[in-house]
């Protein structure tokens, strides 16, 4: 079973909607009880699912450190996709763009239809102005879920930046196309949406 934290990376895929596909059974911090929290919070981690639910409290906490620290713990007793998945959300919260990509990369070769380490993969690749290889990443999550909207914004992001204006109308346009409850002022044409742009 597939859980995934949601982090200010994905708080765009959230917000535009990621497909089931997306996100097979998201688990955010957040939806856990008050005994829940305190029950982890009194947890002694033995096994890696143990060590992953801690880091999952410590990145909803916001103490990045103690969460990478424990999704470390849970990759070296499990080095499963999602463990390396997590780890990588937090070194792109922490603004650490290399850590990030080595992770999802590890966690696509671990499984390579994990189509949220594509996107955040991507992102992470936006950020640092690659868009050759933040596109590549967009196209192959969209390759896996063509109603991903939150790759086909974030791709037009991607094409805006690189100078491919209609390349970028005709993501945000489909993006607009799949999720049409969504309003002009997120998917305006220029400047870039969201963020400004040049």
Known sequence: MRQQFFSALTALAAFVG??????????AI?????????????????SAEDYY????MHQGRGDLAA?????SQAIR???????????????????DMQRAIADFS???????????????????????????????????????DPQFVAAYYSRGMAHFDSGNVELAQRDYERARALNPAMTAQYYDRAPRPLTGGP
């Not at 639910?53 to 999952?56: D, E, R």
């Open 67 to 71: 969460a990478i620290n424990a999704f």
């Open 106 to 144: 590890t966690a696509l070769r671990n499984d390579p239809q994990f189509i949220a380490a594509y996107y955040n993969r991507g992102m992470a690749y936006l950020a640092l102005q690659n868009y050759t290889a933040a596109i590549a990443d967009f196209d192959a999550a969209l390759g896996r």
């Open 53 to 56: 639910n801690v880091g999952l």
């Open 30 to 46: 957040a939806t856990l009880t008050p005994p829940e929290l305190q029950e982890l919070q009194r947890l002694v981690p033995r």
């Open 77 to 95: 007793l499990n080095p499963s996709a999602d463990y390396y998945f997590a780890r990588g959300l937090a070194y792109y919260d922490q603004g």
């Open 18 to 27: 990621l497909s089931s596909a997306a996100v097979a059974q998201p688990m």
